[in-house]
């Protein structure tokens, strides 16, 4: 065990003091932080105050449109003619100008600018108007805006699951985006550190060192070693990540004064928002009743996901995540170290790979394509038992709830699932490590399983 | 007392035997050259005793005891193909390696500072190992092979790629370490380059020993009985007891190989001359352990 453990440690030293790890753990978060801050960053620095003129002829819009936090109207008075004169005089952004009109006929209003006038001014002006000229029409009406308020129907179906557990509340969009996430973090760590095994067994071949550590260890202490100190090393690579990006979006979002770390209410507005395609500055422009008339929504909302979160079997769902992830990894990582020690270097590995990618391809498709829309069906099951494809498959699965039998025979089957690959790669590891410039194929391979070494 | 007994050791691979019937045994204590050509199996048994692989029939004892995995950390291991981790420093190399033979970490770290102070590396200490020429990996190589202050320890082809001054300091350094009680295992197709280093031999060829023992004994069970003499004069034998093999003459030089023949002895030889010409040098032809290997190879091959 000794030995093991030196040979974890060294396989996790090296590749965590190289400089290719270090770049990839910082700049990794950095990106991220880059992508979540950026398009916020644009749209707050694209908003510099702007100062527009306005030229109401109709009267309507006295004393109405209010300034905002970087949106002015200056009122003017005169003709047209005179209003553009003394608008190219300042350097104030546009000119306003809204002829005689009716609300209920509000045409010709016309924006003059320096330049070209920006989208986004154009849109923030259309809004200012259309909301007086509504607010003008509610009055005409009779009618106001709690009114219509009420009026309005907002229905969220709320999706129970009648199953032996009992009713247990269920939020489909929530439930496969836990398990899809889960199957991907999987599906990338499985073939990253899978071929940093491979490539790992091909270094020490091609550097004959082999054959000096063997004499001092077995070699499936060598293999072994090997996987695991890679494990460790992508799992270090995840939390740093993990860390990384939520010190980087904080620092980011901190440097730029956009709130960071928004309350899950601020977080669920501006994913609504984006939603629904209306700029951040937009909310700003609601009334202070409608603003509260929507938190109550958000709130609402808000309590849906978190019960939905809160009703997902989470410690059931991080449990099967590390099982599968572990399990998973250790199927596969040991079939790489077993190609990696059966070729003399990495243009030969092809022809090996290509058994090993495909049932990790397909459980990944699967995923999205089969199990996400029938988690019960036939395809799902045998995927998520089948011990190849169970740690990809069943991940998804899990958060919709899958019976113990099924969860008890898939563990069980990917637990020897991997006692066997790991005793496969063995054999062919020993033999493999050992043998050079001689071309490799399958039924060299298999006759090397019954070697007496 | 033999450090280790191989006791019929046969190894099969799928269309070949690397090794049938092998036995014999190396002393403590000396410089045992492991001979034959290419292909012969040597590198097969050295494998077998590194425990690397396991031999299908046979047993090697080890010390008197049976070989077992706790053997492996008084064994030292210099491959033919020699190779280390390109990207690791010199220091952390050594020091890995070290305890992978189960040495303590303070225990490395003491031998690895003698070491790099007599074989004059310290400076490199901290490059890495592709940083190095090639004959300093050979070194660092080496260090890495008998860190561990190994009972036994085993080279196979010790000398390729060491450049002639290099190769010397390391000659030097084996016979240090025999002198301070280690055996040491040759193994080389290049016979005549550890032909003087050797107190034992066994030659294999095409996967069976082919002889062993002291490379006195050997020599002598092998020796014509032939001499060299060089001298001044007329040189002209015709006593029955002598046979000339060769002789030249060049200037009032001669030089001639003289076999002795009806139980003469050397000295016999000698008086004989003596009053005939005056003898500048007197030499007995031993063959060398190549003749030898190809004398017995001819041998088994005809019988």
């Known amino acids: 065990m000794h030995k093991i453990?030196?040979?974890i440690q060294r396989e996790y030293l090296t590749r965590v003091r190289k400089k290719s790890f270090i770049i990839m753990t910082l700049l990794t978060p950095l990106l991220l932080a880059t992508f979540m801050i950026l398009p916020g960053l644009l749209i707050t620095m694209s908003g510099e105050e702007e100062t527009v003129m306005v030229l109401d002829e109709s009267g309507l819009f006295e004393g109405k449109l209010e300034d905002k936090k970087d949106l002015r109207f200056v009122p003017l008075s005169g003709s047209l003619e005179q209003a553009k004169t003394v608008y190219q005089e300042t350097d104030n952004t546009a000119l306003l100008y809204i002829p005689k009109i009716s609300i209920d006929d509000p045409k010709g209003i016309t924006v003059y600018g320096k330049k070209n006038t920006s989208l986004q001014t154009q849109i923030r002006l259309e809004e200012a108007l259309e909301k007086e000229i509504e607010n003008q029409r509610f009055l005409a009406s009779g009618l106001n805006r709690e009114t219509l308020k009420k009026v309005e129907a907002n229905i969220k179906l709320n999706t129970i699951n009648l199953s032996d557990e009992g009713e247990k509340d269920n939020n489909a969009i929530i439930t496969s985006a836990a398990g899809v996430v889960a199957a991907i973090i999987i599906y990338f760590f499985i073939f990253l550190y899978g071929v940093q095994i491979m490539r790992g067994v091909i270094e020490e071949k091609t550097n004959r060192i082999v054959e000096v550590i063997i004499s001092s260890v077995k070699p499936f202490q060598l293999m072994m070693g090997k996987i695991i100190g890679i494990a460790a090393v992508g799992l270090t690579q995840f939390l740093l990540w993990i860390i990384l990006s939520f010190v980087a979006v904080t620092a980011v979002s901190a440097a730029f004064g956009i709130d960071a770390a928004p309350s899950p209410m601020e977080q669920y507005q501006a994913g609504r928002v984006a939603a629904e395609g209306e700029s951040i500055e937009n909310l700003e422009q609601e009334t202070p009743e409608e603003a509260a008339a929507n938190s109550d929504e958000f709130a609402n909302t808000i309590q849906d996901v978190t019960e939905s979160f809160a009703n997902l079997p989470l410690l059931l769902i991080l449990g099967c995540f590390l099982f599968y992830f572990l399990g998973g990894y250790l199927l596969y990582g040991s079939l790489f170290g077993a190609i990696g020690a059966a070729v003399d270097n990495e243009t030969d590995t092809q022809q090996f790979m290509m058994p090993i990618t495909i049932p990790l391809v397909i459980s990944f498709i699967m995923s999205y394509s089969v199990v996400l829309k029938n988690p019960d069906g036939a395809v799902a099951f045998w995927m998520s038992i089948i011990p190849f494809t169970s740690p990809i498959v069943m991940m998804v699965r899990v958060p919709f709830g899958v019976p113990a039998w099924e969860l008890a025979l898939s563990m069980a089957l990917l637990v020897l699932g991997f006692i066997f690959t790991t005793w496969i790669a063995a054999r062919i590891y020993r033999v493999g490590i050992l043998m050079y410039g001689k071309k490799i194929n399958y039924k060299e391979l298999s006759k090397w399983l019954f070697y007496r070494v | 007392m033999s450090i280790l007994k191989i006791d019929s050791v046969s190894k099969r691979y799928a269309n070949h035997t690397a090794l049938d019937n092998v036995s014999f045994s190396i002393p403590a204590g000396c410089i045992f050259g492991l001979l034959g050509p290419n292909g012969a199996g040597k590198t097969s048994l050295i494998r077998i005793i590194t425990q690397i692989t396991g031999a299908d029939e046979g047993e090697i004892y080890f010390r008197g005891e049976r070989l077992k995995p706790d053997h492996i950390k008084d064994m030292g291991y210099l491959p033919e193909e020699r190779g280390l981790y390109k990207k690791m420093k010199v220091g952390e190399q050594l020091l890995y390696l070290a305890q992978l033979k189960g040495l303590s970490k303070t225990d490395a770290t003491a031998r690895i500072k003698g070491w790099i102070d007599r074989l004059e590396i310290r400076e490199w200490l901290d490059k890495n190992i592709e940083d190095l020429s090639k004959g300093m990996q050979q070194k660092v190589q080496f260090i890495a092979t008998v860190l561990h202050e190994p009972a036994l320890i085993i080279l196979d082809e010790p000398f390729s790629g060491f450049d002639p001054i290099n190769a010397n300091l390391i000659k030097d350094e084996i016979l240090r370490l025999r002198d301070n009680g280690a055996t040491i295992i040759f193994s080389t197709h290049r016979m005549e380059s550890v032909e003087e280093l050797c107190d034992n031999i066994?030659?294999?060829?095409?996967?069976?020993?082919?002889?062993?023992?002291?490379?006195?004994?050997?020599?002598?069970?092998?020796?014509?009985?032939?001499?060299?003499?060089?001298?001044?004069?007329?040189?002209?034998?015709?006593?029955?007891?002598?046979?000339?093999?060769?002789?030249?003459?060049?200037?009032?030089?001669?030089r001639a190989n003289v076999k002795l023949l009806n139980g003469t002895k050397p000295n016999d030889l000698l008086r004989y001359l003596i009053e005939r010409v005056e003898i500048h040098s007197f030499v007995e032809l031993v063959p060398s352990i190549n003749d030898i290997f190809i004398r017995k190879v001819k041998e088994t091959h005809h019988a």
């Open chain 1, 5 to 7: 453990w030196l040979i």
């Open chain 2, 202 to 254: 066994a030659l294999i060829n095409r996967s069976k020993k082919v002889l062993d023992g002291p490379v006195r004994e050997i020599k002598d069970a092998y020796k014509t009985d032939t001499f060299q003499v060089i001298g001044n004069g007329h040189l002209l034998i015709t006593s029955p007891d002598f046979e000339v093999l060769e002789q030249h003459e060049n200037h009032g030089v001669f």
